[in-house]
């Protein structure tokens, strides 16, 4: 079995509606290095993360404590949104988010079996930066919920799942709070 880290980024410098891809806030940049404190406890394992900025910043603190560069892993970004104006996103975002995955376009039920996919293949134990979204996803498979939010991770909260190759269990969600997406 693999044991999987799913860390949701710290907060970011800007929202969804705001900035195509945002980087780290001050508060964010805390929120990374207080992960980075937890997991450098551990054995190093692999580094994966979404290529998207707020991730991979997110992912720093914990690179340079194990000197290891995380794997950019398009599998855990975040959820792509339509081609609508940034000030649209945050709307279509809230839509998505309140109903359920079999309610979603194609596209979109796409990404979400690719994230499962991806965490599903992982050989070996990892820890992967990513996305409120794409956690959420994870919890879902794991548990058989088709929500698209079944719980509010916090920003740089850890998720813990296992993986025997086919099959995701969930073994701890990280930290809860209240996402407010703009």
């Known amino acids: 079995m693999a044991r999987i880290y799913m860390v949701r980024h710290g907060k970011a410098s800007a929202s969804w509606a705001e900035a195509a891809d945002p980087g780290l806030d001050e508060t964010g940049r805390a929120e990374a290095q207080a992960a980075a404190d937890v997991l450098s406890k551990l054995t190093p394992m692999a580094i994966l993360s979404s290529p998207l900025a707020r991730a991979r910043e997110t992912a720093e603190p914990l690179e340079m404590a194990w000197s290891i560069h995380a794997r ?35 596209m979109r039920r796409a990404w979400r079996d690719g994230v499962v996919a991806t965490l599903v293949r992982q050989p070996k134990d990892c820890a992967i930066f990513s996305h409120f979204v794409a956690i ?47």
Do not use: C, H, Y
Not at 84 to 98: D, H, P, T, V, Y
């Open 72 to 106: 950019i892993e398009p599998g855990v970004a975040e959820v792509p949104s339509p081609d609508i104006a940034l000030e649209g996103r945050g709307a279509w975002l809230r839509g998505l988010m309140s109903g359920r995955w079999r309610e979603a376009d194609a």
């Open 136 to 182: 959420n996803v994870a919890v879902g498979a794991a548990i058989g919920d088709d929500r698209a939010t079944i719980f509010s991770p916090g920003n740089g909260s850890i998720t813990i799942f296992e993986t025997d190759g086919t099959r995701l269990s969930l073994i701890e969600k990280g930290r809860e709070a209240e996402t407010v997406v703009r």
